[in-house]
């Protein structure tokens, strides 16, 4: 009996919250489960930006892979080769410090997505120290994948290369050879010995 009437208080209240317009605690308790959290709308939010960003960069890296392997096969005149633009998500797992590599033997060469970016931009302002190392390297790139494998002559002949890769990229052969000079005399001699090229525009 005393259980029953417990039973029926607490139906009658759950009965009174009703009426008047406030739900039972369960209901609140439910209620407030289902509501989507401020966590739950930032971790949408971000996952939806990623996304975008993602199909972003894609689009632009297969812009920069057509240009780059564009202006290779234009300089060698070989329609075999290609480069690719290595994506954000590529570098996340990539060990390597280079910022552009062939691995021998293939038709492929590999750039960073930001040499790309630097290339791209060299027509714009070809004086900018960026731009003219992203070129730099672009052409030493194109110098492995015709064969040659001492990484100093690659230098040297990536270097006369240069007003060819800049007019292949829209710009003047003058701005090529200016970069390949600045190249020669600022940069080269700074890099690891076994890449130095000393006298290599003079000799």
């Known amino acids: 009996m005393f259980d029953f009437e417990i039973d029926n208080v607490e139906q009658s209240a759950s009965n009174l919250e009703v009426e008047r317009g406030v739900a039972p605690p369960n209901k609140l308790i439910t209620t407030y489960l289902e509501r989507p959290s401020r966590w739950k709308r930032i971790i949408r939010w971000a996952v939806a930006l990623l996304v975008i960003a993602g199909v972003a960069q894609e689009a632009a890296g297969v812009y920069y892979d057509r240009k780059m392997t564009a202006v290779v096969r234009q300089v060698t005149g070989r329609d075999e080769l290609e480069v690719t633009c290595r994506r954000v998500w590529d570098e996340l797992l990539n060990l390597r410090a280079n910022e552009g590599w062939v691995e021998w033997g293939s038709n492929q060469a590999s750039l960073q997505f930001g040499v790309c970016m630097d290339v791209d931009r060299w027509t714009d302002d070809p004086f900018d120290d960026d731009h003219r190392i992203a070129v730099q390297i672009l052409t030493h790139e ?62």
């Open 142 to 203: 194109m110098a492995h994948l015709v064969g040659h494998h001492n990484e100093a002559q690659t230098e040297c002949i990536a270097m006369w290369a240069l007003p060819r890769t800049a007019l292949a990229l829209g710009g003047s052969a003058e701005n090529g050879r200016l970069t390949a000079q600045w190249y020669a005399a600022e940069r080269n001699p700074l890099l690891m010995p076994e890449y130095q090229a000393p006298g290599c525009l003079t000799g």
